[in-house]
């Protein structure tokens, strides 16, 4: 018996769910309907021409993979796309996705002259292809603030002159999100364009690993590390993964020097300062110490809305200014948040066929937040506060200061400031776009309150179990 679309295609979003984000996932891929499978011919259904376009431009070369491990190179993907409401189908078109091998580098077919072993280089035509950067993380997208002025300028250097300076190895840390790829990717991309012959390679540390460990299984570590000899700019991310995986660590060292004594670049990146490296062997260590430590911090109001700027100029997509702003201000964790939260909002816009304004930020954003920081948000603090002391739940945005509301409000500053991840400035910006130091003097009085009126620390006591209802 043949397999039938929805069992093929069911097979795919495994594949698929494994290989993105949840929120990416449950956006882009969960709207779509198989159709129909007629001779290697798989039909989806999406739900508009954007969601169309959007996996295009995203996801295709995961949507080749996840249909190649289903039905072979030869099958075909056609999208059937939603015109309008109603059942309005238009005729289903066939877009060719690149065919190739999964997994490797789109390119002319027929190229690799030895395809089972991927550390043979035949040609410079090849090596290019192999460098594993994404085109789009350059320096012109990546938005200079105060969060990332070392770290870009020392990349700047180092891609002007590679091996040269004195930045040999550089090393960027920073938390989750923060840009840490998109930075070294760009240095990457740039030294490819200013010096073609050169072979830069980026990596992350758990595809080394994982190619080291097959190169042993298959006796080919020579190949592998010769392979690697080869390299002019080593980009090797997220090495913190290396930890506590000592034959990686050994041949990455011996690699390591030998690339470093003949002059050319290596650039990492961790999610910590390499002193705070866990089960990395001190020899290693010390080498990361060689060059220059470079780190990345969270990005303040103005660099994020830069950002979100410049990502929907690139995607020719218009967000009013104030919708901006407002997410901007509401997500402050990292970059790659607050993208999943713009590229769900455009989804959203685009399943319900409304505009991009800021009823349906505020609403896209509730729903998520809450997913992100699994704990309560502002919203909910406000409306808690103000049911509990009975004031109206506008009267906390307004400028009103009554002496019931002043407290209403300032008690629920203090567990936005206590139960959420937003700044402070993101505090005041939902209070009725107060500032900073308005919320610090709420938390001040809130604290002065607990410890001179018992009946005021009491109701703190019970708002605090309301909430945790919720945190739970
Ligand atoms: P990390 O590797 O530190 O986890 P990424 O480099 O993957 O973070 O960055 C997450 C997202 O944020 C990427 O889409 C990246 O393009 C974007 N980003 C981060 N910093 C900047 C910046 N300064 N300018 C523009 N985009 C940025
Ligand atoms: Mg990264």
Not at 29 to 54: A, G, M
Not at 283 to 297: C, N, V
Not at 333 to 340: K, S
Not at 418 to 426: A, I
Request: glycine share 6%; with cysteine.
């Amino acid at each position: 018996m043949h397999p039938d679309s929805t069992t093929v295609w069911d097979n795919c979003l495994n594949y698929i769910r494994e290989n993105i984000s949840e929120q990416s996932f449950k956006t882009w891929f969960v709207p779509i309907v198989p159709i129909k499978l007629d001779n290697k011919v798989l039909t989806i259904q999406v739900p508009s021409q954007f969601f169309y376009e959007w996996l295009e431009e995203h996801y295709v070369v995961l949507l080749r993979q996840a249909i190649d491990r289903e039905l072979g190179m030869e099958a075909k993907l056609e999208y059937s796309v939603i015109v309008d409401k109603g059942n309005d189908h238009s005729k289903p078109y066939t877009i060719s996705l690149p065919t190739g091998k999964s997994g490797s580098p789109k390119g002319p077919n027929g190229q690799h002259k030895n395809p089972d072993n991927p550390f043979d280089l035949r040609s410079l035509d090849q090596i290019q292809q192999k460098s594993h950067l994404n085109p789009q993380y350059t320096f012109n997208t990546f938005i200079e603030g105060d969060c990332n002025r070392l770290a870009r300028s020392a990349g700047f250097a180092v891609a002007a002159k590679p091996g040269v300076t004195s930045f040999n190895p550089l090393m960027v840390y920073g938390g989750v999100g923060l840009g840490k790829t998109h930075l070294v990717q760009a240095i990457g991309n740039e030294i490819k364009g200013n010096l073609n012959d050169k072979f830069v390679l980026y990596v992350s540390s758990e595809y080394f690993t994982n190619q080291f460990i097959e190169a042993v299984k298959n006796n080919k570590v020579q190949d592998f590390t010769n392979f690697y000899l080869q390299v002019d700019i080593l980009i090797i991310d997220d090495v913190q993964f290396l930890s506590g995986k000592e034959k990686t660590q050994e041949i990455f060292f011996h690699i390591f020097n030998h690339l470093h004594q003949s002059g050319r670049q290596i650039i990492m990146t961790s999610d910590c300062p390499p002193r705070d490296l866990k089960g990395l062997e001190e020899r290693l260590l010390s080498r990361f110490k060689w060059g220059l430590t470079a780190d990345l911090q969270q990005p303040d109001l103005e660099t994020r809305i830069a950002i979100i700027q410049k990502k929907m100029q690139a995607d020719g997509i218009d967000i009013p200014a104030n919708v901006i702003e407002y997410l901007a201000y509401s997500v402050d964790t990292n970059i790659r948040e607050l993208e999943g939260v713009i590229i769900s909002l455009i989804a959203h816009a685009s399943l319900t066929k409304k505009d991009i304004d800021l009823e349906l930020a505020k609403q896209t954003l509730k729903n998520i937040v809450q997913d992100i920081e699994s704990e309560v948000g502002i919203d909910f603090i406000q409306k808690t506060v103000s049911d509990y002391f009975d004031v109206a739940l506008d009267d906390l945005k307004a400028k009103t200061r009554k002496k019931e509301i002043v407290i209403a409000r300032q008690t629920a500053m203090y567990f936005s400031k206590e139960y959420t991840n937003h700044s402070l400035k993101s505090i005041g910006y939902h209070f009725g776009g107060r500032d900073h130091s308005t919320v610090i003097h709420a938390v001040q009085s809130v604290n002065d309150m607990i410890d001179t009126d018992s009946k005021f620390k009491s109701s703190i006591e019970e708002l605090k179990k309301k909430l945790k209802m919720r945190t739970v």
